[in-house]
């Protein structure tokens, strides 16, 4: 079955940039979705096909999508940044979640 | 604004079945396809299937195929999701997640989400 690749954890400072990672076989060839998860609340979409950003979601969160991997970057992250993101794509009609990253703002 | 309420929290017995029902307001119903994703504790996401709110039609995951049935009313605005045979390890949180679809085949990102339900299995 189809695999997307996480790193299990990720650690910034806060105001610098956190860059999450996804891995999968011909990720490149697929539209890439990131969602932001904090503790007891529902995922939220941060990014949709590959680097396109929700209204209400703020500058600082970008995506690409390249070759293997799809990355989500946080600029100047912030403490409210704190959370679980998982990258999402297709497989078929089959859709796939990545492993999940922690990323956590020292 | 789009909003996604679903039913209450659940225990259930190992080898019944559960039903969450998922309430959407805000726009057509029919318009977006309804998905449903399973989050054990501590774990991540899992996509476990779509229903079409306009035909009724179904694409389920391979990993539950056989054991999940989603419906809908569309005179309420109302999706469901039921999972039978539970065991102790379906105990999780399942969310319903509006897909906004993008073209290209059955391909869909979530917009939208519900507040999630928990559904104990106790072992």
């Known amino acids: 079955s189809y695999e997307l690749t996480q790193p299990p954890s990720v650690s910034v400072s806060p105001g610098q940039t956190a860059s999450i990672t996804c891995s999968g076989d011909?990720?490149?060839?697929?539209?890439v979705s990131w969602y932001q998860q904090k503790p007891g609340q529902s995922p939220v979409l941060v990014i949709f096909q590959d680097d396109r950003r929700p209204s209400r979601i703020p500058e600082r969160f970008s995506g690409s999508n390249s070759g293997r991997t799809a990355t989500l970057t946080i600029s100047g992250t912030q403490a409210m940044d704190e959370a679980d993101y998982y990258c999402q794509a297709w497989d078929s009609s089959t859709a796939v979640f990545g492993t999940g990253t922690k990323v956590t703002v020292l | 604004q789009v909003q996604l309420v679903q039913s209450g929290a659940e225990v259930k017995n190992p080898g019944a079945s559960v039903k969450v029902s998922c309430k959407a307001s805000?726009?057509?119903?029919?318009?977006?396809?309804m998905h449903w994703v399973r989050q054990a504790p501590g774990q991540g996401l899992e996509w476990m299937g779509w229903?079409?709110?306009?035909?009724?039609?179904?694409n389920y995951a391979q990993n539950f195929q056989g054991r999940v049935t989603m419906t809908r009313d569309t005179s309420i605005s109302t999706a469901y999701m039921e999972l039978s045979r539970l065991r102790s390890d379906d105990t999780a949180v399942f969310y319903c997640?509006?897909?906004?679809?993008?073209?290209?085949?059955?391909?869909?990102?979530?917009?939208?989400w519900g507040q999630g339900t928990l559904v104990t299995v106790p072992s």
């Open positions: 011909k990720l490149g060839d697929s539209y």
């Open positions: 997640a509006r897909g906004y679809y993008y073209g290209s085949g059955s391909k869909y990102y979530f917009d939208n």
């Open positions: 229903i079409s709110p306009n035909s009724g039609g179904t």
């Open positions: 805000g726009y057509t119903f029919t318009d977006y396809y």
